[in-house]
């Protein structure tokens, strides 16, 4: 569909909106999976704006939800839920071990010319690429 | 008080621009990654959007002396490509391509009260505290 790439084009201007408004005000870069990691290990005076921001997250999933549910619907991809739970932990554990995930790699350190955060975006993109060839051929994947 | 809500309102914006672009739906990502199957190209467009924004708006904010809620930047500043960038930025990338799923649409879609948005987090979860774990003793990240 020719509008597809207008929509993702219009929301990854939306994602570019947010981060800078943390930037701007926080002083931070949005990485979500290092957002997480903090909750995880909680520091005094660091905890709270990372549960409002997880918070804020799931809010607008709702007003999704309400408005456009037909975006969250994760369901009409046929996989087994065992390779949705083999998935979330691999992606739980390569962002800590890679310090961040397609947001804070991917979005803020592209945005700054980061080499880190280039090397790794290349390297997950390819993964990525390697893993949907590779769970196709398996059957894995429909 | 007001970075809590600051973060809140980047979260809110950010889980709408994932929603909008199709960030949230496993099978468009799982499609964009697909380049020797049925490559959709659209995702493509979520990362020129956020990084076409966040390019021009970093420079800009970056000339202010203190972000407007705190008294420094916290932005990384590392620069070495290490072997835990780049293994565990390909777990992730694999995990990636496996669920369709990476943190933050994950998060977001929790809102569908779906079980898959739900096993892929506890199961994120999972994997970040046994990376964590793991690292206490190898130390892999320093």
């Known amino acids: 569909m020719p509008t597809d790439w207008i929509y993702a084009l219009m929301g990854g201007m939306i994602i570019g909106s947010a981060v800078s408004i943390m930037l701007l005000f926080n002083g931070r870069v949005t990485g979500i999976s290092g957002i997480i990691n903090g909750i995880l290990t909680p520091e005094k005076g660091d905890t709270a704006w990372r549960m409002t921001f997880t918070l804020g997250l799931f809010s607008g999933g709702l007003l999704l939800k309400a408005i456009a549910p037909q975006t969250l619907i994760g369901g009409s991809l046929a996989t087994a839920n065992w390779s949705v739970v083999v998935a979330g932990f691999l992606v739980g554990f390569g962002t800590i071990m890679g310090s961040g995930c397609t947001s804070g790699h991917g979005v803020c350190g592209i945005s700054r010319l980061s080499i880190r955060s280039i090397v790794a975006t290349l390297t997950f993109i390819s993964a990525g690429i390697f893993a949907v060839l590779i769970f196709r051929k398996l059957g894995v994947l429909p | ?142």
């Open chain 2, 1 to 142: 008080m007001k970075k809590n809500i600051s973060s809140f309102a980047v979260g809110f914006l950010f889980a709408l621009g994932l929603g909008l672009s199709g960030m949230t739906q496993p099978q468009k990502v799982i499609g964009f990654l697909d380049l020797f199957g049925t490559f959709n190209p659209s995702l493509l467009f979520v990362m020129i959007g956020a990084i076409l924004v966040h390019f021009i708006s970093y420079r800009l904010i970056r000339k202010k002396d203190t972000p407007l809620l705190h008294t420094e930047w916290m932005v990384p500043t590392k620069k070495d490509i290490t072997p835990a960038l780049i293994i565990g930025s390909s777990i992730f990338g694999f995990g990636w391509g496996l669920g369709g799923y990476c943190p933050g649409p994950a998060l977001t879609s929790l809102a569908s009260f779906e079980v898959r948005p739900l096993l892929f987090v506890i199961s994120m979860i999972g994997g970040m505290l046994l990376f964590k774990w793991v690292d206490s003793f190898l130390k892999l990240k320093k």
